[in-house]
């Protein structure tokens, strides 16, 4: 219930800010109100409403951060920590045995215990190379 009321005056805050940041004048307008711009034509007369919007928007702004961090840090009170997640499969994965003692290489479940190696490589036998054809001789 606290995080529901601080939310909706926080966004009300917010629209708050935006709306007296739109309203306030830029620093080029000070130059239009010595022509006559209609300063003294404002509900809070020449001056008022510069002081009056910049410390509105002081005092919001104040708040809104104000309102930040406390929803921040109670967040962080309030949150569960995560006891174990749920790997699926990757949670099902089996160990792997511990070596023997008589230093024997321990083989997978279910591997035959006599597995017969390959016969080694043999390198084909070369031939010898053709013997060169006796050259033909000429009888005179």
């Known amino acids: 219930m606290l995080l529901l009321v601080l939310n909706v005056l926080f966004v009300l805050i917010a629209i708050a800010m935006i709306a007296l940041?739109?309203?306030q004048r830029g620093a080029g307008a000070q130059a239009g109100s010595g022509f006559g711009g209609g300063a003294s034509a404002t509900v809070f007369g020449a001056r008022g409403s510069s002081?009056?919007?910049s410390k509105a928007t002081k005092w919001l702004a104040i708040s809104f951060f104000a309102i930040t961090l406390f929803m921040a840090w109670y967040a962080t009170r309030q949150a569960q920590p995560v006891v174990q997640q749920d790997l699926g499969v990757m949670s099902s994965v089996p160990q792997a045995p511990a070596a023997p003692a008589d230093g024997a290489v321990p083989q997978a479940p279910g591997a035959s215990?006599?597995?017969p190696a390959p016969p080694?490589?043999?390198a084909p036998a070369q031939e010898p190379p053709p013997?060169?054809?006796p050259a033909p001789q000429n009888e005179q």
Do not use: G
């Open 21 to 23: 940041i739109l309203m």
């Open 113 to 115: 215990q006599a597995v």
């Open 51 to 53: 002081n009056f919007l």
């Open 131 to 133: 013997a060169p054809a």
């Open 120 to 122: 080694p490589a043999q």
